[in-house]
T-cell receptor, first 112, second 113 residues
């Protein structure tokens, strides 16, 4: 069974600092990995999707890397802003049945 | 486009009652799924569907039923609500089973008393 872990569960940073969010998974046989953002009381919004053959994806201030062999992905958010405050979840799609396994998320607070 | 629409947003049930959570998408997606989100845990898959007329169980299917009579709609039925089913429920859709860029509804917060 695929286990997805996100540590830390929460972090608080001052505005302008770069954010580094970690995601680890136990089974390297993945199809892809997604990072989502969840605002309080809202649904999930897809931020980045990395195929298993890719090493990284970038969108604006966001960059996600994938190291399949070590079972790790990192989401970098440059020059954080208070609007980046949210919970960030990673999800891994299994290569045998494409089902998504989710981490519990990292709740980020960016202080103005 | 509305994307994925879930109703209701909030619901309180008494133990033993039944209800249906509605989910509709307007993106002509083949793949739809239901998850529950509990504090400190990742989203867990309840049921999923790869197309109209085809459904299958996920990780935590007990106590829930689904059907998929059209491409657009994927309702989740709670047969006899239990306090353990208190959770936030999310419906999601994606183009197909392999293209797993998922689009989520806003969620239904369910409390069973």
């Amino acid at each position: 069974k695929q286990e997805v872990t996100q540590i830390p569960a929460a972090l608080s940073v001052p505005e302008g600092e770069n954010l580094v969010l970690n995601c680890s998974f136990t089974d390297s046989a993945i199809y892809n990995l997604q990072w989502f953002r969840q605002d309080p009381g809202k649904g999930l919004t897809s931020l980045l999707l990395i195929q298993s053959s890719q090493r990284e994806q970038t969108s604006g201030r966001l960059n996600a890397s994938l190291d399949k062999s070590s079972g790790r992905s990192t989401l970098y958010i440059a020059a954080s802003q208070p609007g980046d405050s949210a919970t960030y979840l990673c999800a891994v799609s299994r290569s045998n049945d494409y089902k998504l396994s989710f981490g519990a998320g990292t709740t980020v607070t960016v202080r103005a | 486009n509305a994307g994925v629409t879930q109703t209701p947003k909030f619901q309180v049930l008494k133990t033993g009652q039944s209800m249906t959570l509605q989910c509709a998408q307007d993106m002509n997606h083949e793949y739809m799924s239901w998850y529950r989100q509990d504090p400190g845990m990742g989203l867990r898959l309840i049921h999923y569907s790869v197309g109209a007329g085809i459904t299958d169980q996920g990780e935590v299917p007990n106590g829930y039923n689904v059907s998929r009579s059209t491409t657009e709609d994927f309702p989740l039925r709670l047969l006899s609500a239990a306090p353990s089913q208190t959770s936030v429920y999310f419906c999601a859709s994606s183009l197909n089973r392999r293209n797993t860029e998922a689009f989520f509804g806003q969620g239904t917060r369910l409390t069973v008393v």
